[in-house]
């Protein structure tokens, strides 16, 4: 089982992107999922989150401008990111307990 995220690219700031993170193996409806984000030299920090009851919770540092969401018809789950700044440039991943870590994708905010 690994978890792809996906819809990375280059925006410019106070643009939008919206990131998919799919699976196979896992029902995203029954696990919590969490999106990460790793900048250059840093950590990687758990930035959004929802649970398999569909409660969610974000970091202060993109609460208001970041949602996560999920369809459990297409057993994704999504971040929507509005308002993006520059500082929000990372590598994002998404993952869920006991499924490690997939590929990330790349977002790149231009000032």
């Known amino acids: 089982v690994q978890l792809q995220a996906s819809g990375g690219g280059l925006v410019q700031a106070g643009g939008s992107l919206t990131l998919s993170c799919a699976a196979s193996?896992?029902?995203?409806?029954?696990?919590?999922v969490g999106w990460y984000r790793q900048a250059p030299g840093k950590q990687r920090d758990l930035i959004a989150a929802?649970?398999?009851?569909?409660?969610?919770n974000y970091a202060n540092s993109v609460k208001g401008r970041f949602t996560i969401s999920r369809d459990n018809a297409k057993n994704t789950v999504y971040l929507q990111m509005n308002s993006l700044k520059p500082e929000d440039t990372a590598v994002y991943y998404c993952?869920?307990?006991?499924?490690?870590w997939g590929k990330g994708t790349l977002v790149t905010v231009s000032s």
């Open positions: 193996g896992i029902t995203f409806s029954i696990n919590p």
């Open positions: 929802i649970t398999k009851g569909g409660s969610t």
């Open positions: 993952s869920s307990p006991g499924y490690g």
